[in-house]
């Protein structure tokens, strides 16, 4: 079996064990951590990083991290792409393919993101029969599955809307130029804002926010979490009013406390003792 046969199947049986059905999928992050349970967390990172995946083999848990970018497509196909080596428990170092190419597991991997963000059933539905593909046929994909040109191309290639050559001279097209050719910039700068934020990881955010209202976690670890001002934090948790609880401190009754014999005759006793280390000094100096 291929790579892509391989990676085309994962995620189709991905999408129908989840009951994703074939519609575009709106926030990947929240998604993938609500279907698969896996944290996902937006990170700073260099500009030749896009994502990783990390696995605590101890306690089975497995956080994946993508990085900002003002590219929101490209952000969508790493999470994706990762997810697909979660799926295929990828957790040791893939071996080059042939001739130092790509290896298998990366390919499968990319295969999984493309039909994961746009299943072959749901473009054709999307798309029906007819026409053949334009460049608006491409723009509509695009802004539809969130997709990039790259991603979308291979698609309309597979079903036959267009062929290897115009697929190609496709794939190079930039998301933007689409967006401002078909009218819909607006909307993609807003995804470049969004890509663009850094996100922490929902439940671990979620658990935090339970620590600061039980008063064992300070605003302050909220927002290093976040990566944001300790000042937008109060503010955000004021207005959600969210508090820490209140604990009162529970003072005893004294006319509950006991009652304690105390023996004075004995202590007198002792006080009048005499001091036998004083004596014992005096005695040596008069020698």
Known sequence: MSAETEGRGA???????????????????AIVEQTAGIDV?????????????????????????????????????????????????????STPGKRGGRSRA????????????????GLR??????????????????QRFLVSPAIAAIALQQVGYLDAATKDSWM?????????GFGWSDQYEALRID?????APQRLLARAINGYVEGVLSAQAIATLRGI?????????????ITPAERPVVWADPSESPNIEIDWAALDQD??????AAESRTEAAGR
């Open 172 to 180: 190079v097209l930039s998301t933007r130029r689409l967006a401002v």
């Open 41 to 93: 967390a937006v990170l700073d990172a260099g500009p030749d990083e896009h994502g990783l995946t990390m696995r605590d083999p101890k306690h089975n848990t497995v956080i994946i991290g993508v990085a900002r970018t003002r590219n929101p497509m490209r952000q969508r196909s790493t999470l994706a792409h990762e997810l697909g080596h979660v799926q295929f428990g990828d957790w040791t170092e």
């Open 106 to 121: 990366e390919v499968r991997a990319d295969a999984f993101a493309r039909h994961m963000l746009l299943p072959i059933d």
């Open 229 to 241: 001002p300790l000042e937008t934090v109060e503010a955000e948790l004021r207005e959600a009013g």
């Open 125 to 142: 539905e999307f798309l029906g029969t007819g026409k053949p593909a334009t460049h608006a046929t491409l723009s509509s994909v695009v």
């Open 271 to 276: 006080l009048n003792a005499p001091d036998v």
């Open 195 to 199: 890509s663009d934020r850094r996100r």
């Open 11 to 29: 995620a189709e049986r991905f999408r129908r064990e989840h009951r994703l059905g074939l519609q575009p999928l709106g926030d990947l992050v």
